[in-house]
């Protein structure tokens, strides 16, 4: 990552060329990130023809940069794309409360995915799990057949593991666990699902039924802390406020899904921003939440000596490499922002940020409420809606 400070005093007061120019004085925008960014990142049809079917034009979104985070001891600046606003401005502030304790600190998994490999109709499927362990070593090998690149890359197939889920109807599911690198590795699971599946029957026998990955990768978590002290929330009353809030969300999955949607507010602001597959990674994010019985936080607060301490935990794939991520020049300069190309790093980064809006919601939630600062930014997109009306009049 980048060693400059991601603490830019003044950055939301300038002007979109004015902030631009700042970041190229930083300089973490190669030059033609900055040309593309500069004419407004604009990415030509054309291009994103390619990416879709049926394609008529493009939808843009706003590009902004969260400030003020410190994740692992190094500055970054946060690439978020959202429409939503008080977002960006909502981690940006939570994250110059964090830095003054020392910012985020935090590690993912090695980045391993899920493939599944169903058959049904499985004879004597309760001896499944001995027979599959009794050809563990050669299912693997079959495994990194499949995808020799990724092996020669360092990864590939780790492990697997047999499931029983139903007995009586032969209905088994096998795990296969494999180290995609720094891809999402969608592609590269279903390839090693697809070529086990034949060897798994030869061992257990049955029909083979669905060959694809899973969005629950429980071997690619992620986790972040955080603190904040009293004295920078103006007081102990306000930890036991972000406390209690964080509780209310434990005991209640009425409040657990928006508590969360706040924690998600970030995390996919940021993989929109860089080309991730932020489908999965909510489907991902919400089945955890889900996994224990009862829907829970992702995100908790909890009291310390002197304020609030917050965790995160999550399954979170992202890839640095494959999809969007070096097809589109947009994406490109976000991660120019961002400054790395790990997957891991990144991962670490989203999760930060994560935490970072659901600290902020809880504070303004469990102070003054969120409507005031919100009924202020939307102030601002009721101008910039009025400002559109207006054009489309003088149209007429
Ligand atoms: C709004 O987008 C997100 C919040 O509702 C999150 C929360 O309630 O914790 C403010």
């Known amino acids: 990552m980048t060693s400059f400070t991601s603490r830019i005093s003044g950055f939301h007061r300038l002007d979109v060329a004015g902030r631009l120019a700042r970041l190229v004085e930083t300089g973490v925008l190669s030059e033609d990130a900055s ?12 291009a994103v023809d390619k990416m879709s079917e049926n394609v008529i034009a493009t939808q843009a979104l706003p ?79 079959a495994a990194n057949d499949a995808i020799p690149r990724m092996v020669q890359r360092g990864g590939g197939c ?25 891809a999402m590795g969608a592609n590269l699971v279903d390839t090693v699902a697809e070529a086990v599946a034949p060897k798994v029957q030869e061992a257990i026998g049955g029909e083979i039924g669905l060959r694809i990955l899973s969005n629950l990768p429980l071997r690619r978590m992620v986790r972040v802390s955080a603190r ?29 899904v928006t508590h969360n949607k706040g924690v998600m507010n970030a995390v996919d602001a940021v993989a929109v921003a860089l080309g991730q597959d932020w489908r999965s990674i909510e489907a991902g994010a919400h089945a955890y939440a889900a996994l224990q019985g009862g829907y829970k936080p992702i995100a908790v607060w909890r009291r310390t000596d002197d304020g609030v301490e917050g965790t995160i935990e999550m399954p979170l794939a992202v890839a640095t490499v494959g999809g969007s991520t070096r097809a589109h020049r947009g994406v490109e300069a976000a991660f ?41 930014l939307h102030h601002r997109k009721a101008e910039a809606e009025q400002a559109r009306r207006r054009e489309l009049e003088e149209r007429r």
């Not at 780790?158 to 720094?182: K, M, N, P, Q, W």
């Not at 939630?365 to 969120?370: D, H, K, P, Q």
């Open 35 to 46: 040309g593309h960014l500069t004419a407004g990142g604009v990415v030509p049809v054309s």
């Open 63 to 141: 590009l902004s940069v969260a400030l003020n985070f410190r994740v692992n001891q190094e500055d970054v600046l946060v690439p978020m794309a959202v429409e939503e606003p008080s977002i960006v401005a909502a981690a940006s502030n939570a994250a110059r409360l964090v830095r003054i304790a020392g910012g985020f600190t935090g590690e993912a998994d090695r980045p391993v995915m899920t493939a599944q490999v169903q058959l049904d109709d499985v004879p004597d499927a309760a001896s499944a799990p001995a027979k599959v362990e009794a050809r563990k070593d050669r299912l693997i090998a």
């Open 158 to 182: 780790v492990d697997l593991d047999v499931r029983v889920l139903d007995e009586a109807a032969g209905v088994v599911v096998l795990h296969f666990y494999v180290d995609v690198g720094d």
């Open 228 to 256: 904040v002290s009293a004295e920078a929330l103006g007081g102990d009353e306000m930890a036991e406020r972000i406390v209690r809030a964080s509780r209310f969300a434990e005991l209640d999955p009425f409040r657990a």
């Open 336 to 376: 120019e922002i961002l400054g790395t190309r790990d997957a891991q790093k990144l991962a670490v980064v989203m999760a930060a940020a994560g935490l970072a809006c659901n600290f902020a919601a809880l504070k303004a939630l469990a102070g003054e409420g969120i409507q005031k600062g919100h009924m202020r």
